[in-house]
């Protein structure tokens, strides 16, 4: 089964034809360039764990390649083949980033080694990448703000669900808050000393989407350098939050299925039959249903992750708890910053109760932190909010003067701070790959920090 996807660049077309062959056969998913050009088009739609990069070649070089290859996907790990290979471009593409490199004509075994160590680099980036989300997790303020009717039932639906072991489906736009109430479900379960492991169910492909959840036995495939446990099996006496459940794959779901119902599963390349108790909750901000009629989600999947279903309205069709929300986050924000904002104006007031919040909460949050840390007062005023300031009316008689290109940079801008610098939201919402995105704010010089 191929599992992890390697990308080989040399203008060379033998040379090429005889890596790909080679690497197919050791079960990776191989895709070739025989341009630095060619290889950034296949990076701007394809997510790669591996890079394997002819340094001299005509055009761009290896070098030049490497890094714009990083700049797109910074986990990518890079192995530069060289045949003029002076130990200082090698020693200079370590520095830009490079895993590691192998002298041409390549020694087949040589090569085998440093792609399984540069796998194992990704997997332990990943690893700890999860780690790190998993504590912030921890920490997160469960605090569910609102006096919306709609809010309080969620509040009710959430006490009354939390003692039980009934699946739970969170529907809702992005930053709705899907997941804070998933947590707090766990919160105030009988599970609340285990785990809640989340796992986002998008943008991984099926073999190595089967893994994360049921983990895998050392030398299940290439790249499985040892035992690795899959979600399922962390989240045991705890609850696992099957986060964007939209996205499984359909073979996928006739697995999860199977283990839904018998909560007994195998690891990838595994004999042993293992069992667990665990709570699951899931969410989404597609329409299963529409899904379901398209036959890209099984209905009964839909059925088994559906016995409790709570949706969280958008936050413009529960103005009610812009306020709240605007006030609790003003709270937060002094706190984390050392502010003692205590307000805001009537114009500011006027604003966030007029406008669409495409990002929701999570907008808002934004928002009002950034209105804090800008505020000169003791109040938020309209200067502090630099891109909701724009009414509709004045947005569009100022756009006549932008470029299209202008035009472009903000809409992106704005897309990335309604989804508090989210990449995969984004790039979702703007329907372009993760990787294409990260091209473009390089282009535009769009950096988190400078804005
Ligand atoms: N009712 C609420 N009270 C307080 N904070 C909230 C509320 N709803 C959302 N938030 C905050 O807004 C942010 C986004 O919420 P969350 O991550 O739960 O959204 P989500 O629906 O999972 O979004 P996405 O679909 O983009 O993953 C979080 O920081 C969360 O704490
Ligand atoms: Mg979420």
């Excluded at 077309?13 to 062959?21: D, I, K, N, P, Y």
């Excluded at 569910?144 to 039932?153: A, P, T």
């Excluded at 016995?307 to 709270?331: C, G, Q, Y």
């Excluded at 307000?343 to 006027?350: F, L, Q, R, S, Y």
Aim: proline fraction near 2%.
């Amino acid at each position: 089964m191929a599992l992890y996807r390697i990308l080989v660049v040399d203008d060379e077309e033998a040379q090429r034809q005889m890596l790909a062959g080679f690497l197919e056969k050791q079960d990776f998913s191989v895709k070739t360039a025989e341009s630095g050009k060619e290889a950034i088009i296949l990076c701007q739609n394809n997510n790669f764990e591996i890079a394997l990069l002819d340094l001299k070649m005509p055009g761009m070089d290896g070098i030049e390649l490497l890094k714009k290859l990083k700049e797109m996907n910074t986990e990518i790990q890079v192995i530069m083949m060289t045949a003029y290979g002076t130990v200082e471009t090698a020693v200079d593409a370590m520095r830009l980033g490079a895993y590691h490199y192998v002298n041409k004509p390549i020694n087949l075994d040589e090569l085998k080694l440093n792609i399984s160590k540069a796998l194992e680099k990704y997997y332990l980036l990943q690893e700890n990448k999860y780690l790190k989300e998993e504590l912030e997790g921890k920490f997160k303020d469960l605090q569910i703000i609102g006096s919306s009717q709609v809010i309080n039932e969620v509040l009710s639906t959430v006490s009354r669900v939390a003692k039980t072991k009934s699946t739970v489906l969170i529907r809702g736009e992005s930053g709705t808050g899907k997941e804070i109430v998933a947590r707090a479900i766990h919160a105030l379960s009988d599970r609340t000393d285990k785990r809640f492991v989340a796992v986002s169910c998008a943008a991984l492909p099926e073999t190595l989407f089967e893994a994360e959840l049921f983990g895998h036995e050392k030398g299940a495939f290439t790249g499985a350098i040892r035992r690795k446990e899959g979600r399922f099996e962390l989240a045991d006496g705890g609850t696992l939050f099957l986060d964007e459940v939209g996205d499984i794959p359909l073979e996928t779901q006739v697995k999860l299925l199977r283990v839904l119902e018998s909560q007994e599963f195998e690891r990838l390349g595994g004999k042993e039959t293992l069992k667990v108790d665990v709570r699951i909750i899931s969410a989404t901000n597609q329409d299963l249903e529409e899904k379901i009629k398209g036959k890209r989600f099984r209905e009964d999947m839909y059925y088994r992750l559906n016995v409790i279903s709570i949706l969280i309205p958008p936050l413009r069709e529960r103005k009610e708890d812009i306020l709240v929300l605007a006030d609790h986050f003003i709270r937060k924000a002094n706190l984390k910053c050392g502010k003692k904002v205590n307000g805001i104006t009537p114009e500011v007031k006027d604003i966030i109760l007029n406008y669409d919040w495409p990002g929701n909460v999570r907008e808002l949050e934004n928002v009002i932190e950034r209105g804090v840390v800008l505020s000169r007062t003791d109040v938020i005023d309209k200067n502090d909010l630099p891109y909701l300031g724009l009414t509709k009316s004045r947005e569009i008689s100022s756009s006549i003067n932008l470029s299209l290109r202008e035009m472009e940079k903000n809409h992106i801008l704005n897309i990335l701070i309604a989804s508090d610098w989210n990449l995969n939201k984004s790039a979702e919402i703007l329907g372009i790959h993760r990787n294409t995105l990260r091209l473009k704010m390089k282009e535009y010089g769009i950096e988190k920090s400078r804005m």
